[in-house]
């Protein structure tokens, strides 16, 4: 649909488990971001990279971990999390980073028992 | 520090009336605002955007106005229809990469 796919859609864990999100874009970007989304809260921006290189880390906890391996995928790498880190986690990809527009990815519905 | 305010958090109306939701932004040195549309169990989707060299944009029912003394812009959209319903989240970029988004407004519109 808009070139931007996740996997899984949904996922539970316990706070014990180690799990990984993927992202895909096939729009020829060269930015990716990761955003929370929860519940009656904005959209929060987590992890920017740029031509592969983080350049935006958003004082997010070192239990998440993202990676970027090439300008196509992204990874966000999750171990003991906690409860309140259940929220909608979104990708998004764009041209150049930050003045263009963010296309999204469905989202990962991450539920955390 | 950055913050985006957005109001009102709900809004209703009738089908065929206008709907105007607001943001204000905190950072003077922003200069893109783009305006973000997500329906129930959809992903965001960009619907129109402004420049901070353009004070007003419009793309058929939908428009967007600057103010960037007062640090505020607003989305109007007119005539609205049912499939309008969805909600709503402005943003304004801090730097090259960082969007600060708004709370969202969940607009309803009455058939």
């Known amino acids: 649909e808009t070139g931007v796919t996740q996997t899984p859609r949904h996922l539970v864990m316990g706070m014990t488990n180690k799990k990984s999100l993927k992202c895909e874009q096939h729009?020829?970007?060269?930015?990716m971001y990761w955003y929370k989304q929860s519940a009656k809260k904005p959209l929060e921006l987590m992890f920017v990279?740029?031509?592969?290189?983080?350049?935006e880390n958003n004082s997010v906890p070192s239990r998440f971990s993202p990676e970027c391996p090439n300008s196509s995928h992204l990874f966000l790498h999750l171990h003991t999390l906690q409860p309140e880190d259940s929220a909608l986690y979104l990708c998004?990809?764009?041209?150049?980073?930050?003045?263009?527009?963010?296309?999204f990815g469905p989202g990962t519905r991450l539920t955390v028992l | 520090g950055e913050n985006v305010e957005q109001h009102p958090s709900t809004l209703s109306v009738q089908e065929g009336d206008s709907a105007v939701i607001k943001c204000t932004y905190s950072?003077?040195?922003?200069?893109?605002f783009p305006w973000y549309k997500q329906e129930l169990g959809k992903r965001p989707q960009l619907i129109i955007d402004i420049r901070s060299n353009v004070g007003e944009k419009k793309d058929q029912r939908i428009a967007v106005t600057l103010n960037k003394t007062a640090k505020h812009f607003s989305l109007h959209i007119t005539e609205t229809q049912p499939e309008d319903s969805a909600v709503y989240f402005c943003?304004?970029?801090?730097?090259?990469?960082?969007?600060?988004f708004g709370s969202g407004t969940r607009l309803l519109v009455r058939p």
């Open positions: 950072d003077s040195a922003s200069n893109y």
């Open positions: 990279y740029s031509l592969e290189e983080r350049v």
């Open positions: 943003a304004a970029i801090r730097g090259s990469y960082k969007l600060i």
């Open positions: 998004a990809s764009s041209g150049v980073a930050g003045f263009n527009e963010q296309f």
């Open positions: 729009l020829g970007h060269n930015a």
